[in-house]
């Protein structure tokens, strides 16, 4: 019965979803209020179904109802609790629904927090996500049904993927799905403003909170999906350049992009038809993501088992939402672009060279995991493009884009005084080159020109996006402090130059190793010994498994006891390696057990990976950046609209 | 500056970046770029002589074998039709078994052994690598047959 009711208000938001496209769009075109109206009332209602349906299929999950299809072939009696929730999203029908809830919920949260918007504008919006929700609704009910009954009823389920069954990725594709499906409101408003020809610096004000928000949640996603990489799929990289994981990376960095061109275009009424593009690319590439995580055309460790019907669904709306938008935007942008100029030496220079390198950094992750495609069509060879290749093709656009930003920070708008810039920013240059000798130098003991590169950006980055915040809090009494704005950027900016810390570091001087190692027997790798003192059989809720007890020493002196497992689940007889980890700031201990080699000898996987946290910290920070930047007043409340435009008008003729 | 140098600029910019972005991807291409090959054809001799490209099919059923305690791992795979002999040292993925499907990345020994540097298997008990699976049913031959016995007629000289 409740899944039946799961499948009815699928169909009920469906009929919503429809109604919140079509009947505020015309009310829009032909400025009728009433009409409009039903915006926020159709979003409202699609919202509440689509939870029910979400609702629906999180209690046969936990109801153990393996009458359902989807249920049986994706959980089981004795999987925890969490794991029986997460499993909701643990493939692909039941991640569909949860892309849909997330899209819902966005599009309840613009009619919400859009009263300060003009009537015709924000109706344009929630009707353009409306049209997205029937898309994916559509998706939903066709072809991927997660409500499928199965006939006879199982007695118990095929289990969920071991590899899912961890708290990091339980909470992995929410984060993500948010950030994802957040750059449909840019989307959304992107449209509605071509649809509507007006375009002001007010339309980036609304648009940039959004675009924000969405992107400090990707930023978190992608962050989780690669912390759970790290230490779950037990080969102990963080990044592999896997197409999935590029799927959610081009969206970041185009909205990474997007937030800065944003940025131009509030405060100095430029870019604006740039901007428009952005926000229709960003959104087109997590479509795209979805298109080639859905249809299996890529191969990935993460692709779903294939359907070719699905991955034309896809295709086809794709084709629609796209080439929909891109003639929109060539028949309406032009008209859009305003005509104000600005210095060479100006913040708008260093903006718009950061969008040509993260442009340029997308195009090469694009072509990378295009190219098998193109190349399998073309030729009919089967190619696959090496994680080596991407690592030296990003860096290109990398580089300049570390050091132009730390530049950037300190340029005024319009135009800025060379030699009162140089006076900011000559100490903090020497004082970056110097640094980024002396960590690998003296802290690591090597040395090599991309390590100093590597170095030198990150401690230019730090200094640089320092130097406001500090001077804010020592400043006079009665003068104005950091703007939210500003200190979110700042501190946005601390967290890239960790991060770029922390995969300098790794990068040189992490250490892995394949060996054999027997209890009583030591190995030694980056000069810590592991000392493997005995195995054990251990039991969990749903698998049995083998736990090591490994020692670390180093020069003689304990430092921790690892135990790493290998497991065995009980039900699809899958044998899972969850990595011991001793985890640190300044390094990660990591030891895998591989294969039984012998009566009780393993081959285990020891690495040492310095500074590895910093990556995921320097993420984190990233995000908290975005946070604080969108608590600035300007954006809080409509009330205080006014004032924070008076404050806009100032800061643009400062 | 005027707003068309502006635009002079931003074009400028972009289409010197897109050049040597294009430059340096089409040079790192053509060193990073790795060939599926068919078991059938490596058998055949049709493969990449000097570089390294990848290889797919099932293992062979009771062909793994390791000398106890060492890290070195011999095991035959086929596409039904032919099979070849692969070594690899070092920790295999946990869903590699024996009469299931396996990616491996590597190039041909001396001995017409495939050296592996990597081996990839599935990470879901449904899922089966496209290629692997588009390459198993070209040659329409009884799956378990090959598990079980190999292909006995069709393997490189030597090995």
């Known amino acids: 019965m409740i899944p039946e009711i799961g499948q009815f208000s699928l169909i009920l938001a469906l009929s919503l979803a429809i109604a919140q496209t079509v009947i505020p769009l015309v009310g829009a075109h032909r400025g009728d209020a009433a009409m409009m109206g039903v915006a926020r009332t159709a979003a409202t209602g699609q919202f509440l179904f689509v939870a029910v349906a979400f609702a629906c299929l999180t209690y046969a999950f936990l109801a153990d109802d393996f009458s359902v299809l989807y249920v049986a072939n994706h959980s089981q009696l004795s999987l925890p609790t969490l794991y029986k929730v997460s499993a909701v999203w643990g493939a692909h029908e039941g991640s569909l629904l949860l892309w849909i809830f997330v899209l819902a919920a966005w599009t309840l949260a613009v009619a919400l927090f859009s009263s300060g918007l003009p009537a015709a504008f924000s109706a344009r919006v929630i009707g353009v996500l409306g049209f997205l929700s ?40 929410p984060l993500l799905y948010i950030g994802y499906v957040g750059f449909s409101v840019a989307f959304a408003f992107a449209i509605a403003a071509m649809i509507s020809g007006e375009l002001d610096r007010k339309w980036a004000k609304w648009t940039r909170p959004w675009t924000t928000v969405a992107w400090l949640f990707l930023t978190l996603g992608i962050a989780l999906g690669s912390w759970w990489a790290y230490y779950e799929l037990g080969w102990g990289g963080w990044w592999f350049w896997d197409a999935v994981e590029n799927a959610s990376f081009m969206p970041w960095l185009i909205g990474t992009a997007l937030i800065h061109s944003l940025a131009v275009t509030e405060k100095r009424g430029l870019f604006t038809s740039w901007t428009l593009l952005l926000a229709i690319t960003a959104f087109s590439l997590s479509l795209l993501g979805t298109f080639l995580v859905r249809s299996g055309i890529i191969v990935s460790v993460h692709a779903f088992a294939t359907d070719p019907t699905r991955g034309f669904f896809i295709l086809t709306f794709l084709a629609i939402v796209v080439i929909g938008a891109l003639i929109l935007y060539a028949w309406r942008a032009p008209a859009l672009d305003s005509d104000v100029g600005f210095g060479l030496l100006s913040r708008e220079t260093f903006l718009l060279l950061n969008n040509v390198l993260l442009v340029i950094a997308t195009a090469l992750v694009l072509i990378g995991t295009l190219a098998p495609l193109v190349v399998e069509m073309a030729s009919g060879g089967k190619i696959s493009i090496g994680p080596p290749w991407f690592n030296v093709a990003f860096l290109v656009p990398m580089i300049p884009l570390v050091i132009l930003l730390g530049m950037g920070m300190h340029t005024a708008w319009r135009t800025q005084n060379a030699a009162s810039w140089w006076r900011v920013l000559r100490i903090p240059a020497i004082v970056a080159v110097v640094l980024g000798v002396l960590i690998p130098l003296f802290v690591y003991g090597r040395i090599s020109l991309l390590l100093v590169v590597g170095c030198a950006s990150a401690a230019w980055i730090v200094i640089s996006s320092l130097i406001q915040p500090v001077r804010s809090l020592w400043r006079k009494k009665g003068t104005a402090g950091i703007t939210r704005s500003a200190l979110g950027m700042s501190v946005a900016h601390l967290g890239m130059g960790l991060f770029v810390l922390g ?62 497992q290998k497991r065995q689940y009980l039900v699809q007889r899958s044998p899972m390696t969850e990595a011991g980890i001793r985890a640190g700031l300044d390094k990660d201990l990591f030891v895998a057990l591989g294969d039984q080699l012998g009566n009780n000898t393993w081959s285990v996987r020891v690495q040492y990976k310095p500074l590895i946290r910093f990556i995921w910290l320097g993420a984190l920070v990233m995000a908290l950046g975005g946070l604080i930047a969108i608590s600035d007043r300007r954006y809080r409340s409509k009330a205080r609209e006014k004032a924070g435009d008076a404050v806009d008008a100032a800061e643009a003729t400062a | 500056m005027k707003p068309r140098q502006q635009r002079m600029l931003a074009v400028g910019l972009a289409a010197l970046g897109i050049a040597i972005a294009a430059g340096l991807t089409l040079r790192a291409f053509q060193d990073n770029m790795m060939f599926f090959v068919e078991v059938s054809d490596v058998v055949a001799g ?24 060492s890290m070195d791992i011999n095991f035959e795979v086929t596409d039904t039709a032919c099979t070849i002999p692969v070594q690899y040292s070092g920790v295999l993925p946990d869903l590699f078994r024996e009469g299931q499907g396996v990616v491996a990345h590597g190039r041909m020994g001396e001995d017409n052994v495939f050296q592996a540097d990597k081996i990839l298997a599935k990470h879901d008990e449904d899922y089966m690598a496209p290629e692997v699976a588009d390459s198993l049913s070209k040659h329409q031959q009884d799956i378990q047959e090959a598990v079980v016995k190999g292909a006995a007629e069709c393997r490189p000289n030597d090995s």
């Open chain 1, 134 to 173: 029937v898309g994916f609704l559509l998706f939903a009910i066709l072809t991927s049904n997660p409500f499928d009954r199965l006939v006879p009823a199982a007695v118990d389920g095929g289990d969920l993927n071991p590899l899912l069954q961890d708290p990091g990725l339980a909470i992995h594709p």
């Open chain 1, 503 to 564: 995969v300098t570091v790794v990068s040189a001087f992490g250490v892995e190793s394949d060996q054999a190692l027997s209890p009583g027997e030591s190995i030694e790798v980056a000069g810590f010994e592991f000392h493997m003192v005995g195995l054990d059989n251990v039991q969990g809720p749903n698998f049995s498994a083998i736990e090591a007890e490994i020692e670390v020493r180093s020069d003689g002196e304990f430092i921790a006891t690892i135990r790493p």
């Open chain 2, 46 to 69: 049709e493969y990449p002589k000097e570089r390294n490209f990848r290889i797919g099919g099932l293992v062979v059923g009771g062909s793994m074998q390791r000398d106890e305690g």
